[in-house]
């Protein structure tokens, strides 16, 4: 496994997105306890040391925040006996009322939500805390702001945005400083209209970690048959195209860490091995080329 920075920490090329882990597959289904946990002893064993979770993801079947926590329950479960091993980030700023996620930015909110996750995970500092999504009724420095509290009061060792604009990033970079580390913000090839914020982040020395790099659960397994380009080089390297995928978003830039969620071993496996794949400068264009005028 390579490596990557953020923030003051080294973590694996790629991480683990724990989403599907939580959520309903195609069939309809969660992945069962087991199932889940053997995905994450799969990344560990594989040097992944960065798994992204939220206290929103979960079922759909709970009233109101009722059913918040659920992914973290499960990665807490998962890392138990080898929590040394990774970075854990979490998200707050969203609630959850049957099959609505309603954002919540109020400071208020945000300091129950940590609470809540630093129990979940059974830590007394969350080690990368990412807020999930900008609130319209809540000025966003007000939210960067109680963000900042969470992490003066050593609740928080730093501080992620997520699903953020450049002028959001700008605006929390101000507020923030050096706490914040990272930008959580959705990049494929089916959606790459986040390359502002990508190459912003670049400029201001945060990491840049893609969320549904693969283009999301229900679309993951169709990737090569959406976008002929990134089958043809998988053919050409006897590969997955997610797996050329990967190693596309990977070549991005260096401060580029891709999340990459997974529900089997298998698929964390695959992803992984994307960090190997060597991509020449014409396959590159290739793949960059592929999304023009999409």
Known sequence: MITRRLGTRTVSAIGLGGMPLSRPGRDGSLPDRERAIATVHAALDLGVTLIDTADCYGPDDHPTDEGLGHNEEVIAEALRGRSEEVLVATKGGIRRDGADWPVDGRPAWLRQAVEGSLRRLGVDAIDLYQHHRPDPAVPYAETMGAMKELYDAGLVRAVGISNADPGQIAEAHAVLG????????????????????????????LAFLPWSPLGGMQDAAGLGSTHAAFEEVARAHGVSPQQVCIAWILAQGDHVVPIPGASRPASIQDSAGAVHLRLTPEELARLDASGEGA
């Open 178 to 205: 050096d706490a914040l580390v990272s930008v959580q913000n959705e990049f494929s090839p089916a959606f790459r209209t986040s390359l502002p914020e990508l190459e912003l982040c670049a400029r201001l020395g």
